[in-house]
Nanobody, 121 residues
Framework: QVQLVESGGGLVQAGGSLRLSCAASGSIFSINAMGWYRQTPGKQRELVAS???????NYADSVKGRFTISRDNAKNTVYLQMNSLRPEDTAVYYCNADITRAWSTRTNAYWGQGTQVTVSS
């Protein structure tokens, strides 16, 4: 049993900042890549940022220079620091992690429940 619990979403004014957290818990052996996706009504879920277990980062062009992804491997937690927020950043943000469970050799993708981020103009 593995769960990803997200926190930190909310309402913020344009130009403001928000920090999202996602903590994985359960019978976890290891976590490989982790990332953040976002989705708005009528659109596909898109990758915002990802980070490997070794710390290599990848960002969508739309957030590069404004968002920073990081992780704390000891806490099985990934963060997304969002600065200079824009109304177009408004979306439901989902945490993703590739996890190998304890007693298993299989690696699967797990998703958080989603957290709403709303940026007002």
């Amino acid at each position: 049993q593995v769960q990803l619990v997200e926190s930190g979403g909310g309402l913020v004014q344009a130009g403001g900042s928000l920090r999202l957290s996602c903590a994985a818990s359960g019978s976890i052996f290891s976590i490989n890549a982790m990332g953040w996706y976002r989705q708005t009504p009528g659109k596909q879920r898109e990758l915002v940022a990802s980070i490997t277990s070794g710390g290599s980062r990848n960002y969508a062009d739309s957030v590069k220079g404004r968002f920073t992804i990081s992780r704390d491997n000891a806490k099985n937690t990934v963060y997304l620091q969002m600065n200079s927020l824009r109304p177009e950043d408004t979306a439901v943000y989902y945490c993703n992690a590739d996890i190998t469970r304890a007693w298993s050799t299989r690696t699967n993708a797990y998703w958080g429940q989603g957290t709403q981020v709303t940026v007002s103009s």
